[in-house]
């Protein structure tokens, strides 16, 4: 028996410009559009997230694009350490729209957990934006005040 292939209206362009507004007051520096099939198993996929150290940052994920919800979850390390920690996940968030920001800027890893299909195989797509936020620029304005306050 063949199962038909399901493809949920995908656009990568306007999903991201949907996230880039997500990252307020944040400054838009990359994203990542990540195909998703739902396959006869589930599957997981990961992707790394380099970081500027002293930077803030801010990520945006949005589902819109996948038929069915998928489980996103950011670790502090990569998938070869065991002893790694989920430092944000999106377990019992049903947004299609989520926000995380990192207390420290070092690389982070995010895994999306896709779980099988439901007899029809479907694919979508998950779109990933990244916002930064610039640290010496607010600590300036911050000398500036004092200084004008003196």
């Excluded at 990568?12 to 990252?23: H, I, R, T």
């Excluded at 998928?70 to 989920?86: C, G, P, Q, W, Y």
Aim: charged fraction near 30%; aromatic fraction near 12%.
């Amino acid at each position: 028996m063949k199962s038909a292939i399901m493809d949920t209206n995908c656009e990568p362009k306007s999903l991201k410009k949907e996230g880039v507004a997500e990252l307020n007051p944040f400054y838009y520096s990359a994203s990542k559009v990540t195909e998703v099939s739902f396959g006869y198993k589930s599957t997981r996929r990961e992707i790394e997230v380099p970081f500027f150290k002293g930077e803030r940052y801010k990520m945006v994920f949005n589902k819109k694009g996948l038929p069915k919800d998928i489980l996103v979850e950011v670790f502090d390390k990569d998938n070869t350490h065991s002893n790694r920690t989920a430092v944000f996940t999106s377990e019992g968030n049903t947004a299609e729209i989520l926000t995380y920001s990192p207390e420290k800027s070092k690389n982070m890893f995010i895994r999306y957990t896709i779980p099988k299909a439901d007899g029809v195989t479907e694919a979508g797509c998950m779109v990933f934006v990244l916002g930064y936020q610039l640290t010496f620029l607010k600590e300036d304005k911050d000398k500036d005040k004092e200084t004008e306050s003196e």
